[in-house]
């Protein structure tokens, strides 16, 4: 017998599924996963880019999408709010590598119930995915996390906010808290380094590095590349 539904909650059908992915063996991996949730293989829909999803959509409905972030046409971000606005009714799940602050919370604001990383076994997939059937939202443990964090850090700078200006002036002077990555990118920064440059530097994405850029400017509460090595400096993250 199965649990009683949260009220509110909305099962997913996992079948019929469309997986839209690049990587021909995350495509298979994908197919036997849903497999041993007892998908059959011609309920199964595979395709590797953003356009081949919206061709697929426009002739049937689907349980439920597997959508990876990045594709060779566009972002997965753009398929999920694309998916909103024109087929309300199929949820989107991301199954990606991506999972950087920007790209999880841009694609649970475009419509994702759920956010999951490839580097998780097959187990703990197909776990995840079982629990859309009982009207779950699975998101991997890691990012849940990091998710809290973030709400915690959003109550904090809201309390920060309703404390005397005293205070509040203390708690703007305190520094920065950044990542390893964050600090290479913002001393590479501060050498006058272009996006491109510090990706090949670093041997990453440019939108990775505008992801980290996006969250040191975040950190340091700045819109730009002068105003973060002002204060990185100020703060002496820089030397």
């Known amino acids: 017998m199965s649990p009683p539904l949260i009220e509110g909650a909305e099962p997913v059908l996992l079948s019929p599924t469309l997986i839209v992915e690049d990587d021909p063996a995350m495509q ?28 697929l959509l426009g002739k049937r409905s689907y349980g439920v999408v ?54 998780r076994d097959d187990l703990e997939l197909s776990i995840a995915l079982r629990s859309i059937e009982q009207g779950g939202a699975p998101i991997d ?51 006058g380094l272009s996006n491109r440059d510090m990706a090949e530097s670093l041997s990453i994405s440019k939108l990775t590095v505008e992801c980290h850029t996006k969250n040191i400017y975040r950190k340091l509460a700045v819109n730009s590349r002068t105003e973060a090595v002002f204060q990185a400096r100020r703060h002496g993250l820089l030397r």
């Open 141 to 191: 443990p890691s990012i849940a996390r990091h998710i809290l964090a973030w709400l915690a850090t959003q109550q904090a700078s809201a309390d920060t906010q309703a404390q005397a200006p005293g205070e509040a002036t203390a708690a703007a002077d305190a520094p920065a808290v950044l990542t390893r990555r964050e600090h290479k990118i913002l001393e590479l920064v501060s050498q």
């Open 66 to 119: 597997l959508v990876d972030i990045g594709l060779p046409d566009g972002s997965g971000v753009d398929l999920i709010g694309w998916l909103r606005a024109h087929h309300p009714g199929i949820p989107a799940v991301v199954i990606s590598a991506w999972r950087t602050e920007e790209v999880i919370f841009a694609a649970l604001r475009a419509g994702a119930i759920g956010y999951l990383l490839k580097e």
């Open 28 to 55: 298979e991996r994908l197919r036997y996963v849903l497999s041993t949730l007892g998908c059959e293989e011609k309920h199964i829909a595979v395709t590797d880019s953003v356009a081949g999803a919206q061709q």
